[in-house]
């Protein structure tokens, strides 16, 4: 069975940082792209960052580029997502997500697309204070 759960959220000041976790079983990591998505209240899934398999490269979305580093823990099969100069309107709740298709495109933005995600975790809430 294949499990994906986040930890880490929590609420912080704006300019704090947090580290988000995604413990994976039943897959592994390196094997998969990954990918870190957050969703505000009254907003749609955006796909933030993505730590590719099938290309060996890192995707980060305009609105965490510079701010958000995404990397992976091949031997504890952990995904993370270092969080910097957190601001109020990152607050969202934040989910993991794994696609095993080996996707090859030239467009960043399909690493961050959420619906070629089949597997998702639960998610954990990061709240940001201003």
């Known amino acids: 069975e294949v499990q994906l759960v986040e930890s880490g959220g929590g609420l912080v000041q704006a300019g704090g940082s947090l580290r988000l976790s995604c413990a994976v079983s039943?897959?592994?990591?390196?094997?998969?792209?990954m990918a870190w998505f957050r969703q505000a209240p009254g907003k749609e899934r955006e796909g933030i960052s993505c730590?590719?398999?099938?290309?060996?490269?890192?995707y980060y979305s305009n609105s965490v580029k510079g701010r958000f580093t995404i990397t992976s823990d091949n031997a504890k099969n952990v995904v993370y997502l270092q969080m910097d100069a957190l601001r109020p309107d990152d607050t969202a709740i934040y989910y993991c997500?794994?696609?095993?298709?080996?996707?090859?495109?030239?467009?960043?933005?399909?690493?961050?697309?959420?619906?070629?995600?089949?597997?998702w975790g639960q998610g954990t809430q990061v709240t940001v204070s201003s």
């Open positions: 039943g897959l592994a990591v390196d094997e998969y792209n």
């Open positions: 997500a794994a696609d095993g298709s080996l996707r090859l495109s030239p467009l960043a933005s399909d690493y961050l697309r959420p619906q070629n995600y089949p597997r």
């Open positions: 730590i590719s398999s099938s290309t060996g490269r890192s």
